[in-house]
């Protein structure tokens, strides 16, 4: 596609349910990075990929957070036993590394809700 | 983390005035950009400052960077109503490979 895109735009869950969010990034872009934003804050690094790699996941609040990326193309990021204070919108952009200054690209994002 | 503050939080000018947002940040950077975002929507980058410029154009923006002081500005001139957005600047630091770091935001409203 022409742009990062996100699934599902919104999602809705229980406290202590477990969610998956998707990205798909620009075709061709091998760096792949996941933010997340509170309401009236700027958006926080999760964890970066470099191919299928984790190059950095040094922003993982703790280990109920979880990002895969297996082909190096399309990432899950997954949320286990999820908490009212998970809820946020969660943002992915893609790059091209060795591109101009690091522009990223980011998608819509997926706006999570734990009730 | 937060790289740092934005100021103001909230600006409200007349269309047609220019906007002045500034940014500060913490630690030494490669590049400083500027991004927008407009409500329930992702980021699009604006412009980008690499940390061996002082200023730089781009259309009716214009950035500048004080590296001494590890702050920037972003100007809007001849604002628009469709500039009114939230506006955040990113940099990645010297040691934090690529990664992004945010301000918390300049929400702009830009009235008719």
Excluded at chain 1, 74 to 94: F, M, P, W
Excluded at chain 1, 99 to 112: D, E, K, M, V, W
């Amino acid at each position: 596609g022409a742009g990062v895109s996100q699934t599902p735009s919104n999602k809705v869950t229980e406290k202590g349910k477990y969610v998956e969010l998707r990205c798909d990034p620009i075709s061709g872009h091998t760096a792949l990075y996941w933010y997340r934003q509170s309401l009236g804050q700027g958006p926080e690094f999760l964890i970066y990929f470099q191919g299928t790699g984790a190059a950095d996941d040094s922003g993982l609040p703790n280990d109920r957070f979880f990002a895969v990326r297996p082909e190096g193309s399309v990432s899950t990021l997954k949320i286990q036993r999820t908490e009212r204070g998970d809820s946020a919108v969660y943002l992915c952009a893609s790059s091209l590394v060795g591109g101009l200054g690091n522009i990223q690209y980011f998608g819509a994002g997926t706006r999570l809700s734990v009730l | 983390s937060q790289q740092g503050e934005e100021d103001p939080q909230a600006l409200s000018i007349q269309e047609g005035e220019n906007a002045t947002m500034n940014c500060s940040y913490k630690t030494s950077i490669n590049n400083l950009q500027w991004y927008r975002q407009n409500s329930g929507r992702g980021l699009v980058h604006l412009i980008l400052i690499r940390s061996n410029e002082r200023e730089k154009h781009s259309g009716r923006l214009r950035v500048t960077l004080d590296t001494s002081k590890k702050s920037s500005s972003l100007l809007i001139t001849a604002s628009r109503a469709a500039d009114t957005a939230s506006y955040f600047c990113a940099t990645d630091e010297i040691q934090g490979a690529q990664k992004l770091v945010f301000g918390q935001g300049t929400r702009l409203t830009i009235n008719p």
